[in-house]
């Protein structure tokens, strides 16, 4: 009995190299073409929450304004909006300090919880565990 003979897969082509000056075709615009001009950046941490203030982008916004402007409906933190618009954080922080200043858009501390819980809660979640 022979072994099976394998059969040769069909050699997909690479598709031609872009010509000098022109971008890969699919691949996103450069980051400076969406963040625009890069200058003062308001201090902005991944865990602060944005809120947009308008719910209708203006005429003049961005493609990438005007989502993020959609998204902040419900306080989003800046990690989340760079992962859902799929952007870095530097690119998010520029686009989010022109929103601030057009005051389109507030920025919110995020919400910190103590760090010690209550003695007298701790004690009667254990007395209700104890009684179970």
């Known amino acids: 009995m022979t072994p099976p003979q394998r059969q040769r ?15 890969k075709p699919g691949n996103p615009e450069r980051m400076y073409v969406v963040a625009g001009p890069d200058g ?12 947009a203030r308008a ?31 799929h ?3 530097s690119a998010m922080g520029v686009l989010l300090t022109e929103l601030l200043t057009a005051e389109l858009v507030q920025a919110r501390a995020p919400i910190v919880r103590k760090a010690r819980s209550d003695r007298s809660l701790l004690e009667a979640v254990m007395n209700g565990l104890q009684r179970l």
């Open 9 to 23: 897969r069909d050699i997909v082509p690479e598709p031609p190299a872009p010509k000098e000056g022109e971008d």
């Open 40 to 51: 003062e950046r308001a201090e902005l941490d991944l865990v602060t929450l944005i809120v």
């Open 55 to 85: 719910t209708d982008p203006p005429p003049s916004a961005s493609p990438e304004q005007a989502a993020l402007l959609r998204l902040c409906a419900a306080p989003l933190s800046v990690a989340e909006l760079s992962a859902y618009l």
């Open 87 to 89: 952007l870095p954080f």
